[in-house]
């Protein structure tokens, strides 16, 4: 891209601007008020969770009971309280950035009657939106200052037209603010490079801005480990006549995830807290849910040829799917083309250099965890470098449409690539967007994320559960969340739930019953459920369904050492039949639920 005075086209002149910036005001209005149907993610609900207990004033603490971290405080002496559980697994900022919210909105704290909605999720949405509209306009000042305006202004617009974006900001939790910080120390990085490249000093204030920035990425997701890596490791390669810098880069990235560490320490025993299950999980090929809801202490075994297959496997799927982890973003897909072009200015070769080197990192670290839920997936890390890969991918397409040269002139001439990837990009909004806005504005906030998540439903239980009584389900974010009450991860086996049960009944917060959802069920047949990770309880999982028919005796399919003997609906699927099928079960023990 040449640094000359820039020639005025439709998609830079100050109409096309405004228009973006009411397109982008109108579709933020439109995903927060009227097509939102409520949280979806199970890692927002759990840190929503933990925020609410901030602001009530419980420091770092949780309602969600993982059977593996009651084990890993006992183990190593801590005391533990499972009605004041400390929260361990997630990096605290994004419940620090809530917990103000949620403090001076406390009379929005449980539901308003009659709607399915909760209030605190479309907060959620809100500061969600705020934060993607925020990561635009930092994405517009980076494309500015390395191509110019028009490549600035399609990047915005490729990426406002992106419906997966849209749903990222909404029910996306800390990736969100992941995207943000990673946009903002790019930025930071692009205004160093440019000040070294001019042979400029690079200024204490804007070194000390990327370090502040590195640290808070390691207090927003534990991936982001993976993004300050490559971004250090872009430095010393970009700027390496100022290694000391680079060691201030590292050192405060290592404070502050030092910082939570010993808080981990000091609360169950271990610096790594509850994500001590997700690595041993990685070496030895079992799920971090399925380490999460072991209440025995055993480590489990090294297996190193599993994990280098999986590593192979994780690699094999991203790249088949990579678009649809990229948000079918077509411009940001083209960045691996824009690596052929030697753009004219030094300060763009190098900070693309920079984004291939974070990129790297990040791909190699989801290929260890996986990120089987695509785009959706909470360690899904594409999607905080979406909006740089995209002004590089757009800046490339300028490039080569330029070479092709197409047409005669006029607007297609000129922008036909622009019209390309914004179309392809914009597909998935046009396509379902009209539908949703349909169903938006009949139900109004009559809406809700069903399956798996009944809000309504759940947050009834607070109704007939006491504060200091005790939940079992198999997602106790949700649970945690809506009914605020505190919530044990189902356990792996049923020795294991009756031994917390005892220890429950010793600190008179005795367990009173259990919530089944549709993801304890999730699978292609019965087998497969029966195969799955709540394999254990399957008589559980299927007495709910089963009581569609009536002529089934339901006490028999019940283990006997089962204790919750009435069950409940919560929820209920529809039938081809147009039969009321209960998926969502509340199973109770009466006799304590009364006391």
Sequence with gaps: MSSAPERATPFNNPIMTWATCVLIGTLAFVHIFITYRGQVS???????????????????????????????AATRGVPVRLDAMPETLHPPLQSLVWAPVFKALQDSWTFTPGRSIFILDRVMACMGVAFFILTLVLMHGMARRLFDRTVAGLSVLALALSEPMWQLATNGGARVLLMLLTTLALYWLTLLVRRDKAGEPLGAGLQLALALVLGLLVLTHWGAVWIVAGLLQAFAVLVPTHRGSLLLLALVPMLCGGAWMWHNKDVCGDYL??????????LSGQSEAQRLRDFEDAAPPVYLPGLVRRLALNSLVQVQDLFAHLGFVLPALFFLGSLLHRFRRPEAGAVRTALLLVWGAAFFGMSLLGV??????DNQLHSALVPALTVFGMAGLAVFWARLSPGSGGLWTMHGYALIALGITGWSMLTSLSNDLRIGLFYRDQLQQWPPYNAVSTHELSKAVKPHQLLVSDAPWT???????????????????????????????????IVITPLATKGTDVASILAGPYGEWGDVLFRGPLMAFGSLDLIKITKSDFPF?????????S????????????????????K
């Design 273 to 282: 807290g509850a994500a001590k299950p997700m690595l041993q999980g990685l």
């Design 575 to 594: 039938g081809v039949d147009g039969s009321r099928i209960p998926a969502m079960m509340f199973y109770m023990d009466k006799a304590l639920l009364e």
């Design 479 to 513: 649970v945690a969340w809506y009914a605020d009450r505190s919530c044990l991860w189902l356990p792996r086996t049923r020795p294991q739930l009756n031994k917390i049960r005892d220890l429950a009944t010793q600190q008179k917060t005795p367990v009173v019953g």
């Design 42 to 72: 199970a890692a927002a609900m759990d840190q929503a969770q933990v925020a609410r207990e901030l602001a009530k004033g419980h420091l770092f603490q949780t309602k969600i009971i993982r059977p593996s971290s009651i084990t890993q």
């Design 372 to 377: 089987p839920d695509k785009f959706a997936d």
């Design 565 to 573: 003997s009435d069950g409940f609906p919560l929820g209920y699927l």
